[in-house]
């Protein structure tokens, strides 16, 4: 079996701890790899190499840094189509989806690469006579970046991008399940010229975590992935002293009035609950429906979801592909099943459609008559699920939304614009479309949620990552009239 392992210090660290996870091909559901889990000394030789790396890494110039992040992006578009085959390949999402991912982390990228700019501080001159006051923004040191399965590439370039560019050193532990992506960006990053030791794989699951969390030369951590995961790290890093950003799941709504373009919106809500799967953060899980618009809409989205072309990557035609495990596919159609018992009207069963071979996959599904009290409707699903929630008006379909504990994105379709103003003002979320159904923001803002769906307090990516990845400082400086010198340095003193 091939072996995925640690990449350490510029160069692969095979793990030695004993313990090691199947990575599927979720297309076919067999296994072609086994990734290593690091062990607590591994975990500490990352750490180590880290330390090691960042003191030299802080003190190069600027534009030294934005070099390389120029290089790597210049690679990374070169090689668009091999890092987006081998994320199909162990996350199983179709190469279009892929190819959007790698587009939005080339993104943070280019973003990073304007890091000259963005370190800029700000100046007063003469506070008070002979003082000037300016503030400046320093790398942290070594911090740890853990991210989640389901955008592979993307993600770890969130983190990864802003915080190299700001000078600090970099532990990712990508997830177990598609650990591959992680190693080809740390691998083109040092061909880009960034020096070994600066980004280190290690690959794990909660052991690594762990240890990354407790060790003590780490000094922030970026996590992203889900909301349980996200809370216990946010605890735990805070506790002893750590700077924590960490985003959980999401249960995304769309609310769709009823002077919506209907087919802009049927369109749309295919494309956003079903494309990836499902397995989006950004997802549009939940429709809600107001007034006379819900049944015409059910009909649209429904006329729709036969067409969607379901299948593996290396079919040029599929839209949609497997789900990342058997144990995943079987849990997301278990909650068809729980919808239908729970009253809900399944329109759409995607338990029906039948697959050739052993994949990990699921047809798609649309649930009607959802009610706030059923499963299918309070747990984050992340598979190719829609439930359809009715409501009688806009103040109704508000509250809906503001009463989901989850507050990641939500979205309005109408052709009102006051309708629409009114929403993004009152809406409890961090990110909002108007006729927009994933409004992940460019990667000069920022992206995330608010209530549980991100614990701490500053977004990730764009400017509020330039802000997480370093420290303030303010220095107020006093220099004496240079007429006052001892030596006359021909200034006249006439002030
Ligand atoms: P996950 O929480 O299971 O895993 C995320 C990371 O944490 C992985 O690296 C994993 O190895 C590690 N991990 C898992 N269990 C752990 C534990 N008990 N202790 C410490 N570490 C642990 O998430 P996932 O299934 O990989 O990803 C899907 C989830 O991520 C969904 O909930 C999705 O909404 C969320 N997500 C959120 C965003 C966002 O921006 N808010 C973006 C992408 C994904």
Redesign the pocket.
């Known amino acids: 079996m091939r072996r995925i392992h640690h990449y350490v210090a510029g160069k692969e660290l095979p793990g030695t701890s004993g313990r090691f996870g199947p990575v599927f091909d979720p297309a076919t559901g067999v296994q072609q790899a086994e990734v290593a889990f690091a062990s607590a000394a591994e975990v500490d030789r990352a750490v180590a190499a880290a330390v090691g790396a960042a003191a030299s890494w802080r003190d190069s110039a600027l534009g030294k840094r934005a070099d390389v992040l120029f290089r790597f992006r210049q690679l990374l578009v070169a090689r668009r189509a091999d890092l987006a085959a081998a994320i199909t390949s162990e996350h199983g999402k179709v190469p279009s989806d892929a190819a959007g991912e790698v587009a939005r982390g080339i993104e943070n990228v280019e973003f990073a690469a304007g890091v000259p700019q963005l370190l800029k501080g700000g100046y007063s001159e003469g506070v008070s006579a002979g003082v000037d006051v300016y503030s400046i923004r320093q790398p942290l040191g070594v911090v740890a970046a853990?991210?989640?399965?389901?955008?592979p590439a993307m993600?770890p370039l969130w983190m990864v991008a802003n915080a190299i560019a700001c000078g600090n050193a970099v532990v990712l532990?990508?997830?177990?399940?598609d650990p591959s992506a992680s190693v080809l960006l740390a691998r083109w990053l040092e061909e880009a010229g960034l020096p070994p030791g600066v980004l280190n794989v290690v690959h794990?699951?909660?052991g690594?975590?762990?240890r990354l969390?407790e060790h003590p030369s780490i000094a922030a951590v970026s996590?992203?992935?889900?909301?349980?995961?996200?809370r216990?790290?946010y605890q735990r890093g805070t506790a002893v002293g750590k700077r924590v950003q960490a985003?959980?799941?999401?249960k995304n709504h769309m609310v769709v009035l009823p002077d919506a373009d209907l087919d802009a919106a049927a369109d749309a809500a295919v494309s956003a609950a079903y494309g990836s799967a499902g397995?989006?953060?950004?997802a549009i899980s939940v429709v809600v429906a107001v007034g006379a618009i819900g049944d015409r809409l059910v009909d649209a989205i429904a006329a729709r979801l036969p067409k969607v072309a379901i299948g593996p990557g290396r079919d040029p035609a599929a839209e949609m592909g497997p789900l990342?495990t058997a144990e995943?596919r079987d849990k997301v159609a278990g909650y068809l099943g729980a919808a239908e018992a729970e009253g809900a009207t399944v329109v759409v069963d995607g338990r029906t459609r039948r697959f050739e071979g052993s994949g990990f996959f699921l047809g798609v599904s649309l649930v009607d008559r959802v009610t706030r009290t059923m499963s299918v409707y309070r747990d984050?699903i992340?598979g190719p699920v829609l439930a359809v929630v009715r409501a009688a008006s806009y103040p109704e379909a508000l509250e809906i939304v503001n009463g989901n504990p989850y507050g990641?994105g939500a979205a309005i379709f109408t052709r009102d614009g006051g309708a629409a103003r009114q929403f993004q003002r009152e809406v409890t979320c961090g990110m909002v479309g108007v006729n927009v159904p994933i409004p992940v923001p460019v990667a000069y803002y920022s992206?995330?949620?608010w209530k549980d769906?991100?614990f701490g307090d500053t977004h990730?990516y764009g400017p509020d990552g330039i802000h997480f990845y370093t420290r303030g400082k303010v220095v107020t400086s006093r220099w004496p009239d240079p007429a006052t010198s001892a030596i006359d340095l021909g200034f006249p003193q006439t002030r």
């Open positions: 853990i991210t989640p399965f389901n955008f993600v532990k990508p997830s177990e399940k794990g699951d909660r690594a975590v762990d969390l996590f992203v992935g889900s909301t349980p995961v996200a216990s790290i985003l959980g799941g999401a397995e989006r953060c950004m990342i995943h984050e992340f990641n992206f995330g949620g769906s991100l990730i």
